[in-house]
């Protein structure tokens, strides 16, 4: 099984470096007239299905592993990740309880536990697998609200002495937006930070707003910093942020969603510094960890008030087992779930810390060399951050013009943003571990054509 897998993802990695990275034009109309053939009154046979399924795939759809897909987080996947989601499709472990799956709760909790102290987190920590990072984000708000206000699980807000305040930068991942939305909290209680010209949260402001708020009879609850923010990479001066949170009591969560993998590079980690001091961290294994989709992490140090936000008892699930167990469903948001954490241990595993450091560091070579490459094109380069990923412009391009020529020719796909409500600017991540200083060189040289 472990050779057939292997096999099929080298085919697909070898068709997809020669074919296209974004899909023919679609319509939703053309897919769903294709779809028609299968009405499921009688059966068809599944080497057919899985073809027209690959069909489908490689015809309709963004090529998000291909070298040249400078996108949106999604990575390439690694061997080993993609042979662990198959075992956990065949076996299916239950992970609500330890009881179901004791191995692979095990397995999730060792892979955690280790992370975790790689972030500075004490081994009593709780962490959990969790769908992605906004399902982080949502656990950091939901145990921050259950700490500070032990009511808020029987009563809900309204019984709440004053109105909680969020604070995070207008950079910050807009999951935020939502969260409050879901928590009862309302999109209002988020309070957005001004940032400085690198896109980083100014202290000032944030100190400005939390003693105004505190005079107008709100409740500072929480502070977000975000260690690589999704359009610029930008990294918040987490120690500022730590020690503020420290002198005003509030509860601080970083989003490392996507950099937070940074934290296995020798040559990166120091741009984490401050993260050992939060009260909660997101991060992402199906980002820059390159483990297919689904795969997000929860840390908190304060293993009680998680246990104590997502506590549940009922007769139909087993009972908690005795010793040093934490039963997923009784310490997440959610109840039946898949094993997640196989990809990223098994990855681990195969490549070791220092194949994941290589793989991390190549890319954060290859985001240097088409900023310079860039640069030296007649480019500028409108963010700075010492992750791989470039915003830039030149003067009067029209960015979605640009970028429709840059996809229907196949060159690469990327992305555009405006950045602080500045004009549309474009943006190209370093998302793969197989982006070559030639795909790059060929890349840039292409869209000086394309002017
Ligand atoms: C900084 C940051 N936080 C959170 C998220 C949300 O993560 P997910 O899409 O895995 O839910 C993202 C997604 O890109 C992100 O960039």
Redesign the pocket.
């Known amino acids: 099984m472990l050779e057939q897998v292997r096999c099929a993802a080298v085919r697909l990695e070898s068709e997809m470096a020669n074919g296209r990275i974004v899909p023919a034009k679609v319509t939703p109309e053309e897919i769903r007239s294709h779809l028609a053939r299968y009405d499921f009154t009688e059966p068809v046979a599944l080497e057919e299905a899985c073809a027209d399924v690959e069909w489908m795939l490689r015809n309709w759809h963004v090529q998000v592993t291909h070298p040249r897909y400078f996108g949106?987080?999604n990575p390439s996947v690694t061997h080993a990740s993609i042979i662990a989601d198959t075992l956990v499709a065949m076996y299916n472990p239950q992970l609500a309880s330890w009881r179901t799956s004791p191995a692979a709760n095990e397995i999730e909790r060792h892979t955690l536990a280790w992370l975790g102290s790689k972030f500075g987190f004490p081994a009593d920590a709780s962490a959990t697998f969790t769908?992605?990072?906004?399902?982080?984000?949502l656990s950091a708000v939901v145990v921050a609200l259950t700490r500070a206000y032990p009511e808020y699980g029987e009563h809900g807000l309204r019984r709440l002495p004053s109105t909680p305040a969020i604070y995070l930068t207008g950079e910050?991942?807009h999951?935020f937006n939502k969260i409050a939305h879901m928590t009862g909290l309302g999109r209002r209680a988020l309070r957005t930070v001004v940032t400085d010209s690198n896109l980083r949260m100014d202290v000032e402001d944030l100190a400005r707003q939390v003693a105004e708020d505190r005079k107008n009879g709100f409740a500072p609850l929480m502070l977000v910093g975000?260690a690589?923010?999704?359009a610029a990479g930008a990294i918040d001066p987490l120690p500022d942020l730590a020690r503020f949170c420290r002198s005003e009591n509030l509860w601080f969560h970083v989003?490392?969603?996507?950099?937070g993998a940074a934290i296995l590079s020798p040559e990166l980690r120091d741009h984490l510094v401050g993260i050992e001091a939060a009260d909660s961290i997101?991060c992402?294994a199906?980002?820059w960890f390159s483990v297919p989709m689904g795969a997000?992490m929860f840390f908190c140090r304060h293993a009680e008030a998680v246990a104590a936000a997502f506590h549940a008892e009922t007769s139909y699930m087993p009972g908690k087992t005795d010793g040093p167990v934490r039963d997923p469903y009784t310490n997440s948001t959610q109840w039946s779930r898949r094993f997640i954490g196989l990809k990223l241990f098994l990855a681990l595993a195969h490549h070791g810390e220092s194949g994941y450091a290589q793989m991390i560091d190549h890319q954060t070579h290859m985001g240097n060399f088409l900023r310079n490459s860039l640069e030296c094109a007649g480019w500028r380069i409108v963010n700075s951050t010492p992750l791989p990923l470039v915003c830039f412009t030149r003067d009067g391009l029209d960015t979605a013009a640009f970028l429709a020529a840059l996809h229907e020719r196949q060159i690469a796909w990327m992305s555009e943003v405006r950045l602080n409500g500045g004009p549309q600017v474009l943006r190209a991540c370093i998302t793969s571990f197989r982006t070559t200083e030639s795909d790059i060189e060929w890349v840039v040289e292409e869209m000086n054509r394309l002017l």
Not at 131 to 137: F, L, S, Y
Not at 255 to 259: E, L, N, V
């Open positions: 949106l987080f769908t992605g990072g906004a399902e982080g984000n910050a991942h999951s975000t690589g923010t999704t989003d490392a969603a996507w950099g997101t992402d199906h980002k997000g």
